[in-house]
Every structure is written in structure tokens, then in C-alpha cells.
Antibody, heavy 115, light 112 residues
């Protein structure tokens, strides 16, 4: 059974960098069968696609975040990560990691941007 | 960027009745493989999204056959037959034909 778990700070100060890691169990990122995804959900809002990464490091990003976003993969740890720089309150959201567009998705982690 | 438009944005359904949600895309989602790259998701209150339908009409594992997806090109429909109380939540369509993947605004289903 494939499971994903997000981890990282729940509070980030404005202008700093938001860093999250997704740990995958029950599947190997390096088998190349899927992309691995990040989405987010601002409080009371809909789902927003952030980006995806392939085991090789190939990425696709949401253009609205591209200038601030880096998604990376560590196949040795079976993890992939998200870094979002220069955050503002608008980046406060529940962040989910998932397998491709098919899921499953992690339980989500709430990140608040506040001083 | 492909724009996804759902309607209605909310609906209230009596248990046992059916419900339909429409999703329209600004570009055709029909791939040259013959599949429509359109998924349907349900997000139950307080939970992560869960896949219901992929490739326009393929029910995900464990999803009751009360859920069905149809449509092609730019017009898609999710139908829920015999709505149950456990079906409450927000339904999203998602296009995965091209990056950036884009979600519809979501449709909130409530039980009367």
C-alpha cells in the first residue's frame, strides 16, 4: 500500500523559505512509473497544483510559482521536496504531496506564514 | 494554461436521488491515445482529496459503481447515482493533459 507523508515547519516567517519533504513508502520513486506531485489548498479555497517531479529530476512547475519554486528528489531516501522562497501570507495553505495525478495523497501539512 | 470551469458550484441532494456535476475545459483534453486526460476527485471534510475517476471515465479502485464519468473533448460530467450521506464533500475536476495541471473551482455537495 502506497503511503506519503509530508513533513516540515508549520510556521514560516514572511520573506523566508518554506521547505517541505514528502516521504514515500510502499513504492519506489526510482522505478520511473510515476511523476510525484505537490498541490496546496489555501484556507477555505480550492485545490491548486504546484508542480511535479520525475525520478530523473525532470520538473514541471505552476507558472505562477515558478520564479520562487524548486522541487527536488532524493531517490536514495525515497523522498521528494519542495522549496518556496520569499513567502508571503498568500502562501499559507495545507500542502499535500501525492503520486502523480492518481494519488494517493498524504494527509497534508498546514503551513502558516506569519511573523 | 487550460481553464477548467465546473457547474454548479454547490448542490443539495436528497439521499437516494442522483446528482450531476459538469466540467468544461478551455481546450480539448482528448489525447492522441484516445483517452481524455480528465480526473474527478472528492475531498471529504477534513480529508485529503481522493481519486474517483481517471481518464474521463475509469473508476478508481474501491470507488462504488454509483460514480460514473462521461464526456469527451471539452465537456465532461460526473454522475452520482443514489446519493448517500457519505458522498458529501467538494468535487473537483482536474486536467492532466498538459502542465500546468489545472483544477476546476470545486462543487460542494450537501445532503438535504
Amino acid at each position: 500500500q502506497v503511503q506519503l507523508q509530508e513533513s516540515g515547519p508549520g510556521l514560516v516567517k514572511p520573506s523566508q523559505t518554506l521547505s517541505l519533504t514528502c516521504s514515500v513508502s510502499g513504492a519506489s520513486i526510482s522505478d520511473g512509473s510515476y511523476y510525484w506531485s505537490w498541490i496546496r489548498q489555501r484556507p477555505g479555497k480550492g485545490l491548486e497544483w504546484i508542480g511535479i517531479i520525475y525520478y530523473s529530476g525532470l520538473t514541471h512547475y505552476n507558472p505562477s510559482l515558478k520564479s520562487r519554486l524548486t522541487i527536488s528528489v532524493d531517490t536514495s531516501k525515497n523522498q521528494f521536496s519542495l522549496k518556496l522562497t520569499s513567502v508571503t501570507a498568500a502562501d499559507s495553505a495545507v500542502y499535500y504531496c501525492g503520486r502523480d495525478h492518481l494519488g494517493p495523497w498524504g494527509q497534508g501539512t498546514l503551513v502558516s506564514v506569519s511573523s | 494554461e487550460i481553464l477548467m470551469t465546473q457547474s454548479p458550484l454547490s448542490l443539495a441532494v436528497t439521499p437516494g436521488e442522483s446528482a450531476s456535476i459538469s466540467c468544461r475545459s478551455s481546450q480539448s483534453l482528448l489525447h492522441n491515445t484516445g483517452y481524455n486526460y480528465l480526473d474527478w476527485y472528492l475531498q471529504k471534510p477534513g480529508h485529503s482529496p481522493q481519486l474517483l475517476i481517471s481518464l474521463g471515465s475509469k473508476r478508481a479502485s474501491g470507488v462504488p459503481d454509483r460514480f460514473s464519468g462521461s464526456g469527451s473533448g471539452t465537456d465532461f460530467t460526473l454522475k452520482i447515482s443514489r446519493v448517500e450521506a457519505e458522498d458529501v464533500g467538494v468535487y473537483y475536476c482536474l486536467q492532466v493533459l498538459q502542465a500546468p495541471w489545472t483544477f476546476g473551482q470545486g462543487t460542494k455537495l450537501e445532503i438535504k
